[in-house]
Nanobody, 120 residues
Framework: VQLQASGGGLEQPGGSLRLSCAAS????????IVWFRQAPGKEREAISC????????YYIEALRGRFTISRDNAKNTGYLQMNNLSPEDTAGYYC??????????????WGQGTLVTVSS
């Protein structure tokens, strides 16, 4: 059972990245997919979530309009499209699978993170 986030890297301010969250060993269908991030010196926080069946999406206010969460159950993968990146988005990004979009710090499954650095 594994969740693996990928797609991070170095990007310039104003640029875009798409993160992927691939599941193996289990199916993501019944689970909400949650993205967390942890900036240097800060606590990890839930930033976006997409529910299992209806695909309802949630974002923290600071990201609304710039980030888009999605999922492709056929590929057993979730995504986070990040546009108009700023240095404040620099963080480790982690995906998780959980029963509901509560953003709790103990989701059912944690994934390994991917580092996003936004700098000119």
């Amino acid at each position: 059972v594994q969740l693996q986030a990928s797609g991070g890297g170095l990007e310039q301010p104003g640029g875009s990245l798409r993160l992927s969250c691939a599941a193996s060993g289990f199916t993501l269908d019944p689970y909400a997919i949650v993205w967390f991030r942890q900036a240097p010196g800060k606590e990890r926080e839930a930033i976006s979530c997409i529910t299992d069946t209806e695909g309802r999406t949630y974002y923290i206010e600071a990201l609304r309009g710039r980030f888009t969460i999605s999922r492709d159950n056929a590929k057993n993968t979730g995504y986070l499209q990040m546009n108009n990146l700023s240095p404040e988005d620099t963080a480790g990004y982690y995906c998780a699978a959980d029963l509901y979009c509560t953003g709790r710090s103990t989701p059912r499954y944690w994934g390994q993170g991917t580092l996003v650095t936004v700098s000119s």
